[in-house]
């Protein structure tokens, strides 16, 4: 821009001003043709997409209903945003807006001074004045060492912007994500939004990137633009600062009708990303069934599918941006020159002006320098200001997905979820035994009631309902109490993960009564136990830390006697100790996890556990201990296995048909049928 902006001093350059404009004016509406074409095409691009696969429909359709545009919207975003990301006055946050923007009217004033001597070592140079050469140019180099520093602080307080606002936005994301089953729910009950993982990640990094530079890219154009001004009134009167203010009003005005869609593209882009990152995920989460498949060749297609539409719609957007890029061009830079050599030639060519008809030509000379370089920059200052806002546009999509993402959970964290609901509103009140669906309407997680208390479990008239509106069983009501262990049987799909998941608060109680004690108190032991990240420790105390395990008064001894209870005390030898650091989902067979998740167990010692088909790669004799040993502790246990040897461990059995009827009995001679 810097080259450009320099012909403002050599006018001569610039002819047949009538023809330019013309041929400015005729690529102009050329340009514009194509944009509104291209436009049109992606409309029509982005239709068919959608038919041909449907990959995140729920948040496709939120991205649609979000406006990503810069308007009273947008600003009510960013405002409760920035409430996030700036806290207070007195916060270090602060105090790096007041470096930067310090830093930033340092330099504007370094630049004014670098004009005023450069201009002064050329008329030395053109004079031959050795004295006055040496002294200015002695000036200049005992000033880089302070214009650097300034430089660098600018930077620095730039860079501490986008890390803190980072900072301060991902950990309050997180305190809402982590906090209760945040997490479960949107990642299974809520399916406004597929990708959390990209939106708490890149989205907010981008998004924060964007805002700083913005606060850089506005702040220091508008200081310029004063300081400027100022200088060149004095200079060449004010109508010559006030016609370039007009023409950034116009241009902004202008430029910024223009670019309205680059927000809502902006949005899409990162939904697509999104969408190439999710089914990248899925096919790491799923390999082993995948490869059982073969399915290679149809999961190929799948993400070329995927991919090719993040393609198409990048580039659809460069070709976006090359055309607003020449627009840009034109009116932010080579019609603001033209502006600026009509404001800096009016003093020196109109023969009413009398301020300079007295002075030399060595003055003059001097004088349209020093004027036209502050001229130049005041307009490169203009020029940033308009094209600040295509930055704007961009930040109002990031806006738009991290607002998104913070509605969403404040939702969550309410209660409320909205999901897609792919079923009809029947009846709840009919007499068959059949499934129903219910739809939306329906669905009023209000209208349960769970009621905490200890060594106690009821279920009174407590509907069996999935988030996506099966009934399962319409009122189910049992009762256990602790020492009472319960074995769960049923076909697939019968609602034995459902009623856990209702007991667990995973989801949400549509009726009825749930007497239960907290959660806390309640354990649940997988199929596939899951291993953290962390030491050998660490997989047995999952969730409690170190410090945890040591205020509970729990030494590693008791440890080491949780696993030689499971018939694991070889690992502690054969890993070395418990501080050493593995893959433990890889490290450990498939009965070894399920012995430590034993052994975990034993550790939290809760007043009731849920045991879902948890000792499948276990001996008899080590699952024959675990359920004896869980009587001797006052662990009472909800057991999902087909295993008849379970049967004498257990007091009463909860059998589901999977037509929506049940039968909750105590075991004896009769009840052992269930299992066969």
């Keep these: 821009m810097v080259s450009v902006w320099s012909k403002v001093a050599a006018p001569s350059q610039w002819v047949n001003t009538k023809a330019s404009g013309i041929a400015v004016a005729a690529v102009g509406a050329g340009i514009l043709y194509l944009w509104r074409k291209k436009l049109n095409d992606l409309k029509t691009k982005r239709k068919h997409d959608i038919d041909d696969l449907h990959i995140s429909l729920a948040e496709e359709k939120a991205t649609k209903k979000e406006k990503a545009a810069v308007d009273a919207v947008f600003f009510g975003k960013l405002l409760r945003i920035l409430k996030i990301l700036i806290p207070g006055w007195w916060t270090p946050e602060t105090g790096y807006l007041v470096l930067v923007a310090l830093s930033l009217i340092a330099r504007t004033y370094c630049d004014v001074w670098m004009i005023n001597n450069s201009t002064s070592i050329e008329r030395s140079i053109i004079s031959a004045n050795y004295a006055d050469f040496k002294k200015n140019l002695t000036e200049l180099v005992y000033a880089m060492?302070?214009?650097?520093?300034?430089?660098?602080?600018?930077?620095?307080?730039?860079?501490?912007?986008?890390?803190?606002f980072r900072a301060r936005l991902t950990q309050h994301l997180y305190a809402q994500y982590l906090t209760s089953f945040t997490f479960y729910r949107m990642n299974n009950l809520d399916n406004r939004i597929a990708n959390a993982d990209q939106l708490l990640t890149q989205d907010v990094d981008k998004f924060c990137?964007?805002?700083?530079?913005?606060?850089?890219?506005?702040?220091?154009?508008?200081l310029d633009i004063a300081i400027y001004i100022h200088k060149l009134t004095g200079a060449i009167g004010i109508q010559g600062p006030a016609t370039m203010l007009a023409y950034m009003a116009v241009s902004g005005l202008v430029l910024t009708r223009l670019r309205r869609p680059v927000g809502r593209m902006t949005a899409e882009e990162q939904h697509h990303e999104g969408e190439f990152r999710y089914v990248n995920s899925r096919l790491i989460t799923n390999s082993e069934e995948i490869a059982f498949y073969q399915g290679g060749k149809r999961e190929k297609l799948t993400i070329e599918h995927t991919f090719q539409r993040l393609i198409n719609h990048l580039r659809s957007f460069i070709q976006f941006r090359f055309s607003m890029g020449i627009i840009d061009n034109i009116i932010a830079k080579y019609l603001a020159t033209v502006s600026g050599f009509y404001v800096v030639s009016r003093p020196f060519l109109d023969k009413n002006i009398t301020k300079y008809a007295k002075k030399t030509h060595d003055q003059k000379m001097e004088d349209y320098y020093r004027s036209g370089r502050m001229l130049v920059r005041m307009a490169e200052a203009i020029g940033r200001l308009v094209l600040a806002g295509r930055e704007l546009?961009?930040?109002?999509?990031?806006?738009?997905r991290v607002s998104q993402l913070m509605h969403v959970l404040k939702d969550l964290n309410k209660g409320k979820y909205q999901r897609t609901m792919v079923t009809t509103p029947d009846s709840l009140n009919?007499?068959?035994?059949?499934?129903?669906?219910?739809?939306?309407?329906?669905?009023?997680?209000n209208k349960g009631e769970i009621v905490e208390v200890d060594h106690l479990i009821r279920f009174e008239s407590v509907p069996l309902v999935t988030p996506?509106?099966?009934?399962?069983?319409?009122?189910l009501s049992f009762e256990v109490r602790s020492g009472k262990n319960v074995l769960i049987c049923g076909p697939n799909g019968c609602g034995k993960s459902s009623l856990f998941r209702i007991l667990g608060e995973l989801w949400p109680l549509f009726g009825g009564k749930l007497v239960k004690p907290n959660k806390r108190n309640l354990f649940y032991v997988p199929q596939r136990p899951y291993m953290t990240l962390g030491t050998l420790r660490d997989q047995v105390i999952y969730p409690d830390t170190k410090e945890d395990m040591l205020r509970k008064r729990i030494s590693d001894k008791d440890l080491e006697e949780y696993l030689k209870q499971v018939h694991l005390g070889n690992i502690l030898e054969r890993e070395g100790s418990w501080d050493t650091i593995q893959d433990w989902m890889d490290v450990l067979s498939g009965g070894e996890k399920q012995r430590v998740a034993m052994a975990r167990l034993f550790y939290h010692k809760p007043q009731f556990a849920i045991l879902d088909e948890c000792t499948s790669a276990?001996?008899?004799?080590?699952?024959g201990f675990m359920y004896t040993r869980c009587r001797e502790v006052g662990i009472t246990l909800f057991t999902v296995s087909h295993r008849k040897s379970l049967w004498k461990y257990h007091e009463y059995v909860l059998y589901m048909d999977g037509r929506g009827a049940y039968e909750y009995k105590p075991i004896d001679s009769s009840t052992t049928e269930f299992g066969s």
């Design 618 to 623: 276990v001996s008899v004799d080590v699952e």
């Design 145 to 164: 060492p302070f214009v650097a520093v300034i430089n660098q602080l600018m930077k620095l307080g730039l860079n501490e912007l986008k890390l803190r």
């Design 468 to 475: 996506n509106g099966d009934v399962l069983i319409r009122e």
């Design 430 to 445: 009919e007499g068959d035994n059949k499934p129903e669906k219910i739809s939306a309407a329906y669905l009023d997680p």
């Design 393 to 400: 546009t961009t930040l109002a999509g990031y806006t738009s």
């Design 209 to 222: 990137n964007s805002l700083a530079e913005l606060y850089s890219n506005v702040s220091k154009p508008i």
